[in-house]
């Protein structure tokens, strides 16, 4: 296992291959491990999963989430879209389908693609409970369980769970509500399990039982943010920071039975929370990984919401966040298209580099600096070559023909061709 291993010095094959990607030294990577700073992301039943590591002092990392509903239930669609996300430079897809045949969905989709898979075993939990019980706070302890430990041996790298929702929460907030109180589908389906039951959150309650599970397959827990604001008004409340401390709490205790964790944060927020947000999470839990959803910094920007997501992303990730949860244009509005995924990854994808050019350095600027050569110099080809997105870069150069080798919007008026010709300006 990955964390133990590390603790005891010892460098296991991932933390190679993870190292070799970072361009960092493998010792850098198992120390990093060892304090619960970065963590790796391969179930050890897994086979086809390039291992990618999440953390300080690594690249920043972006997930895709995709999945069926009610409403459309297509498991060729999900497949497409995760592999698009794939393709635009997505790090790690999620599986949030909620309609269908879930366990096959779920197998299907992990078989497409060679990135780590993710998952919200509630999900499927409060999905079967509907069918077996007739209502989703009558699911037990269990059968929550079992959901997890199905995926876990179908070969699920990271799963969702909402720990930090307790009930001491729940029942403040029927009192003190919020203006759009619980916003995660998961952590609303705990709450009102919490409420209808009288009891604690079982995964609260039972956390040793998850870290068992957990540790057995080397999977690690990303802990929810299931009181993360869907709001700017309800950003950095008491809810979200009650969550953040108990999360804070369990990954100590994660730590101490050498299981891997993640952090996931906010949600809607304004500009200026980002950063004292940012490092409160790591004051608290300890230099934990972050993973943000967004954060989206203002409540109007549909449909350009991965737009929005990649404004405080970018703010996010300068200020310690590590991994970017990918926002689509049709966030609030419906599920996804194809489309929709790939203008998603692509905002998130260019928030990251964004980022890791400050954070990591002159290693980040090389496509940087090939493009801009090549731009210098006119040489379309090698601009297109080295875009995120080279079909659509050429496809709107070639639309207008161009008289001059120019883009058409100076044409020979160009400020490269007026260089060359009179002030010998571009010398590459």
């Not at 361009?23 to 198992?30: A, C, M, S, V």
């Not at 209808?196 to 957990?214: I, S, V, W």
């Not at 090698?382 to 079909?391: G, W």
Request: glycine letters at 8%; aromatic letters at 4%; one cysteine or more.
């Amino acid at each position: 296992m990955q964390m133990e291993e590390a603790k005891k010095g010892r460098i296991t094959e991932e933390m190679k291959v993870v190292a070799k990607d970072e361009t960092l030294e493998p010792n850098k990577i198992r120390a990093l491990i060892a304090k619960g700073h970065a963590i790796i992301l391969k179930n050890v039943v897994r086979k086809n999963v390039h291992p990618i590591g999440i953390g300080s002092k690594l690249f920043t990392k972006i997930n895709t989430n995709v999945g069926t509903s009610v409403d459309l239930c297509d498991i060729d669609l999900e497949i497409e879209k995760a592999k698009i996300a794939v393709k635009f430079g997505s790090d790690t897809v999620m599986d949030l389908s909620t309609a269908g045949d879930l366990d096959n969905i779920r197998k299907r989709i992990i078989d497409s693609i060679n990135v780590p898979f993710g998952t919200v075993p509630v999900y499927q939990a409060a999905i079967e409970a509907v069918k077996k019980h007739g209502s989703i706070v009558d699911m037990t302890s269990d059968e929550i369980f079992k959901v997890i430990e199905k995926h876990l041996k179908d070969g699920v790298d990271f799963i969702t769970v909402h720990c930090g929702v307790t009930k001491r929460i729940v029942d403040r907030l029927e009192k003190h509500p919020r203006k759009m109180g619980i916003v995660s589908r998961g952590g609303c389906f705990l709450a009102a399990w919490i409420k209808h039951n009288g009891e604690e959150n079982p995964l609260y309650k039972d956390f040793e039982t998850l870290l068992n599970l957990a540790k057995e397959y080397d999977v690690c827990l990303s802990l929810g943010d299931g009181l993360r604001p869907g709001c700017l008004e309800d950003a950095s409340d008491w809810y979200q920071n009650q969550e953040l401390l108990n999360v804070g709490k369990l990954v100590d205790i994660a730590r101490k039975m050498n299981v891997q964790t993640i952090v996931e944060g906010p949600g809607h927020m304004p500009l200026n929370h980002i950063i004292k947000n940012v490092r409160l999470e790591k004051r608290v839990c300890k230099g934990a990984p972050y993973y943000v959803l967004g954060p989206l910094v203002t409540d109007m920007g549909c449909p350009y919401d991965h737009i929005v997501g990649a404004i405080g992303g970018t703010l996010a990730g300068l200020a310690g966040a590590d991994y970017l949860c990918v926002v689509t244009p049709s966030e609030h509005l419906g599920i996804p298209m194809v489309e929709d995924v790939k203008e998603g990854v692509i905002a998130s994808k260019l928030a990251a580099h964004s980022t890791d050019i400050v954070k990591l350095g002159k290693k980040m600027r090389k496509k940087d600096e090939d493009i801009s050569s090549a731009r210098a110099m006119l040489k379309w080809n090698e601009q297109f070559k080295n875009c995120i997105d080279p079909e659509k870069a050429e496809k709107i150069y070639k639309r207008i023909p161009t008289k001059s080798n120019a883009c058409t919007m100076c044409g020979e008026n160009c400020a490269l061709l007026m260089m060359k010709e009179y002030l010998k300006g571009n010398k590459r």
